[in-house]
């Protein structure tokens, strides 16, 4: 169960490892399975960006329901995460990580995105997700049964489905009845193409905000995020925004160009003025 006080729920120390590992791609060493080390290379996150996500996978929603991932596509970025719900670990310091991202993102969860969490566990069932889509809410101060934010659960098969076309590697340990796993935020856009990950359990607001207007083609967001993405660079290995220089450079000399056309212009007619 999540904790409601974020100065309690996870400690820094935890939340900056998991990041590491995450950023840092394969989990070196994964779980031990059937007493052997798994190969690192069977763990970790490919980016396909661009990659088009099954919109037609089937799983089951919170209450139970049959779903297909297409129904929450709707005109509007979805943010999507693969854990699993029994996680005692890196799941759990994720979801806190979401959750202190969505308290300061200043879009609204629903109205401006879409949020899906998909259990990589196939024997994790509506109950399983109930419980954790209810500790999350609470979190939020936004009542269980909203539809903004869905917990789905589904079979092997449809699991490996999506998890390998967004690059997410896991294995799954028979000993301990976990998953070794890193945790990556991805974001999609509403036709269900990979937009942007970012990796690790601790999200920059800016850089999430900024991903999703991109992803919304401008349809979501303020002016000044319009404006800043005009001359900012996104680092796929760091999941962050950065002024480009060359961007810059264009910019200005695109208005630079601009201001003389427009002076020659006004000097031209005040010259044919004169004349006259």
Known sequence: MLRTDFGRRISLGMAAAVAAAALAGPVRPALAQNGQIVPSRDVGIDQKLNN?????????????????????????????????????????????????????????????FQIVTVSINPKEGSIEATDKKRACLEVLGRPANDTGWRFLTGTEPEIRRLANAVGFRYVYDPRTDQYAHVVSLILVTPQGRISKYFNGAIYRPKDVRLAMVEASNNK???????????????????????????????????????????????????????KR
């Not at 001359?231 to 160009?257: E, F, H, P, W």
């Open 52 to 112: 088009h996500i099954p919109l037609d996978a089937r799983y089951r929603d919170e209450d139970g329901n049959p779903v297909t991932l297409g129904q929450f596509f709707r005109g509007k970025p979805v943010v999507l995460n693969l854990i699993f719900y029994t996680c005692k670990g890196a799941c759990n310091a994720q979801l806190d990580g979401m959750l202190s991202l969505f308290k300061d993102l200043k879009l609204d969860i629903g109205k401006d």
């Open 220 to 274: 979501i967001g303020t002016v000044a995020d319009q404006v800043f993405l005009l001359c900012a660079d996104y680092d796929a290995t760091t999941g962050r925004y950065g002024v480009s220089v060359m961007k810059l450079i264009r910019i200005v000399s695109a208005g630079t160009i601009l201001l003389l056309g427009i002076s020659i212009s006004v000097m031209l007619r005040v010259d044919k003025a004169r």
